[in-house]
């Protein structure tokens, strides 16, 4: 039997982790010294966009709670759910190893009934690890629309010949 080849699923792993944490750092008018129109054009390039908040936080979110968050600067919420996240992995974690070997943890303070102590960890350290995941999703897109509103910026949108709103690719070098 051919056994998987793991390499190749790390090294896309790592490429698409290289690309999520991408700079995304923007440029403020007093940084670059534009002024007038091309401030404000330079100012709507770096509003933070709802729907890549919601998208970063659902898959660098599932690994890195708070991400969504921390693209949409609202570093105090990213940085409880980040905790959140670790404390409800240490929880599974340290639920797992009482699972694992009870009797090491017999008579301590939990009891006789380690086992069931153990497997309660680890179901509310997975309860809690997926709320904060959820609670990500849920408020990033809130959180860019309120970073928008308080420097007050506005998404550029690209419109075709038709005046409707179109998708476009844009790439920072």
Same mark, same amino acid.
């Given at each position: 039997m051919k056994t998987p080849n793991h390499k190749k699923t790390i090294l896309a792993l790592a #490429? $698409? =982790?290289? &690309? !999520? &944490?991408?700079? *995304? $750092? /923007? =440029?403020r008018a007093e940084t670059t010294g534009l002024s007038g129109s091309l401030e404000t054009s330079h100012n709507?390039? &770096?509003a933070?966009? /709802?729907?890549?908040?919601? #998208?970063l936080a659902l898959f660098p979110g599932l690994l890195i709670h708070g991400y969504g968050h921390f @693209?949409?600067?609202d570093k105090t919420l990213g940085t409880t759910l980040l905790t959140g996240e670790v404390l409800s992995v240490a929880a599974i974690g340290l639920g797992a190893a009482i699972q694992n070997s009870p009797s090491s943890f017999s008579g301590s303070f939990l009891g006789n009934n380690a086992v069931?102590?153990?497997k309660d960890m680890v179901l509310y350290g997975a309860i809690f690890f997926g709320l904060t995941w959820i609670a990500d999703m849920a408020h990033a897109p809130t !959180? $860019?629309?309120?970073?928008? @509103?308080?420097?007050n910026l *506005? /998404? $550029?949108f690209s419109f075709n010949e038709k005046?409707? /709103?179109q998708m476009v690719l844009a790439y920072r070098f």
């Open positions: #490429l $698409a =982790l290289g &690309f !999520a &944490f991408q700079s *995304t $750092a /923007p =440029l709507q390039a &770096f933070k966009d /709802p729907s890549r908040a919601f #998208l @693209y949409s600067k069931r102590r153990g !959180a $860019a629309k309120e970073y928008n @509103y308080e420097h *506005t /998404p $550029a005046g409707r /709103p």
